[in-house]
T-cell receptor
Framework: GAVVSQHPSWVICKSGTSVKIECRSL??????MFWYRQFPKQSLMLMAT?????????EQGVEKDKFLINHASLTLSTLTVTSAHPEDSSFYIC?????????????FGPGTRLLVL | AQKITQTQPGMFVQEKEAVTLDCTYD???????LFWYKQPSSGEMIFLIY??????QNATEGRYSLNFQKARKSANLVISASQLGDSAMYFC???????????FGAGTTVTVRA
């Protein structure tokens, strides 16, 4: 149980294009999902909290118009990197909070590596 | 101020030996949760073990155990009988009060030698 999928796992795109990343909780309902960004050999940096049926909450310094988040259902959240530039190249990873878990554990997807040329 | 501190950037351990990864935390909230995650080179974050602030006993999950010292605000992870597949980066994280967000430490890279 508590499986989270993320798609795509790899994406290479040209500068100026938009990229959509999907995060799905496969065997549990996730009212809250989180999007992180990670640079090589560094820790995870929380970008935003995605709540089902409401607007996402962005962390300080994260551009909401640049990183669009939609949480349309209890099992799906999407992150769209709009007008991507080389500096957006990174590892993006989502997590989902299992609301039925006593420990409120966050389970992570496998991540998406984005390379913007 | 750092909420989670992992002071060991990297560690080497011999196969079949035990290794302890340090984690200290800072919070004034009496209700919190502590997590350890493993991140192999593939990038996925694998949940290992959880310790609640009100739990009386140290958490254990197979070869993983958490040495929880509340007064010292430390939550060290012990991996027993290390295996080559344990080579990865390990992150300590904390959830405080009603906030569902996690604060992560900088991570510790563990390399298991044959």
């Amino acid at each position: 149980g508590a499986v989270v999928s993320q798609h795509p796992s790899w994406v290479i795109c040209k500068s100026g294009t938009s990229v959509k990343i999907e995060c799905r909780s496969l065997d549990f309902q996730a009212t809250t999902m989180f999007w992180y960004r990670q640079f090589p050999k560094q820790s995870l940096m929380l970008m935003a909290t995605s709540n089902e049926g409401s607007k996402a909450t962005y962390e300080q310094g994260v551009e909401k118009d640049k990183f669009l988040i939609n949480h349309a259902s209890l099992t799906l959240s999407t992150l769209t990197v709009t007008s991507a530039h080389p500096e957006d190249s990174s590892f993006y990873i989502c997590s989902a909070r299992n609301r039925d878990s006593v420990t409120e554990t966050q389970y992570f997807g496998p991540g998406t590596r984005l390379l913007v040329l | 101020a750092q909420k989670i501190t992992q002071t060991q950037p990297g560690m080497f351990v011999q196969e079949k030996e035990a290794v302890t990864l340090d984690c200290t935390y800072d919070t004034s909230d009496p209700s919190y949760g502590l997590f350890w995650y493993k991140q192999p080179s593939s990038g996925e974050m694998i949940f290992l073990i959880y310790q609640g602030s009100y739990d009386q006993q140290n958490a254990t999950e197979g070869r993983y155990s958490l040495n929880f010292q509340k007064a010292r605000k430390s939550a060290n992870l012990v991996i027993s009988a290390s295996q080559l597949g344990d080579s990865a980066m390990y992150f300590c994280a904390m959830r405080e009060g009603p906030d569902y967000k996690l604060s992560f430490g900088a991570g510790t890279t563990v390399t298991v030698r044959a």
